[in-house]
């Protein structure tokens, strides 16, 4: 299936509730998230706390609010999936709908692996597993070899990873970011070799011959 997205990232709205989210995520990146307060989110933006607690009224709210911005996308990927057939085609397309998902989560996905303390103590750490586990039974056969399992598994956390893996990589990141649905694109491939594919019932083939 061909992509009827734009080839560049979709850019981020200039509002206050966003630039919060930017700053926020960029400073719990650069210093850890213990180390970051609120007063210092609010100096590097140039804002009053004041303006500040009008949107969040703590740190934790700024984490819960990245996530529950991602989960919309990911709960509309999520229904679509369950509404279409169980082929390599749909699953080929939900990886890629995956990743335009992502587009611009790579900040949220850095602070995840620099703060995976923060994230398993957040109940909205456990809703995001939730939803990766759904995707992952959409993505695989019931039935299927351990292996196979494997592979679409680390479809999911290959496009996870290589948001910040590829950071230091040199190249456009349009151009990183399709390598990267290249490679969970074949990995979901392979785990859904012709064999598992459901053969034709017997009194079909018997129909077709008679």
Same mark, same amino acid.
């Given at each position: ?35 970051? *307060?609120?007063?210092? $989110? /609010?100096?590097?933006? @140039?804002?009053?706390? &004041? /303006? ?11 984490? $819960? *609010? ?12 999520? /229904?679509?999936?369950? %509404? ?10 939900? $990886?890629?709908?995956? *990743? ?13 692996? @620099?703060?995976? &303390? ?6 909205? !750490? ?19 070899? %351990? ?7 680390? &479809?999911?956390?290959?496009?996870? /990873? !290589?948001?910040? &893996?590829?950071?230091?990589?040199? !190249? ?31 009194? *079909? ?6």
């Amino acid at each position: 299936m061909q992509e009827n997205t734009m080839s560049t990232p979709h850019p981020r709205r200039g509002n206050t509730r966003q630039r919060i989210q930017d700053v926020a995520l960029e400073l719990f990146s650069e210093r850890g998230y213990e180390k970051t *307060s609120l007063r210092e $989110i /609010a100096e590097k933006l @140039e804002v009053t706390k &004041a /303006a500040l607690y009008y949107h969040f009224k703590t740190k934790e709210d700024i984490v $819960i *609010s990245l996530f529950e911005d991602l989960r919309g996308p990911i709960d509309t990927l999520i /229904a679509w999936a369950e %509404l279409q057939p169980r082929t390599l085609g749909t699953k080929q397309e939900l $990886i890629r709908r995956y *990743s335009e998902a992502l587009r611009n989560a790579e900040p949220l996905f850095r602070f995840m692996q @620099e703060n995976q &303390a923060t994230v398993r103590d957040l109940a909205i !750490g456990d809703t995001f597993k939730e939803r990766m586990h759904t995707l992952f039974g959409l993505l695989r056969e019931p039935e299927a070899e %351990l292996t196979d399992q494997v592979r679409c598994i680390t &479809a999911l956390f290959s496009i996870h /990873a !290589g948001m910040f &893996a590829m950071q230091n990589v040199e !190249g456009d990141p349009e151009e990183k970011r399709r390598a990267i649905l290249e490679v969970a694109t074949e990995l979901v491939t392979a785990a859904n070799p012709p064999s598992h594919r459901r053969p034709a019932r017997p009194d *079909s083939a018997q129909t077709a011959s008679s």
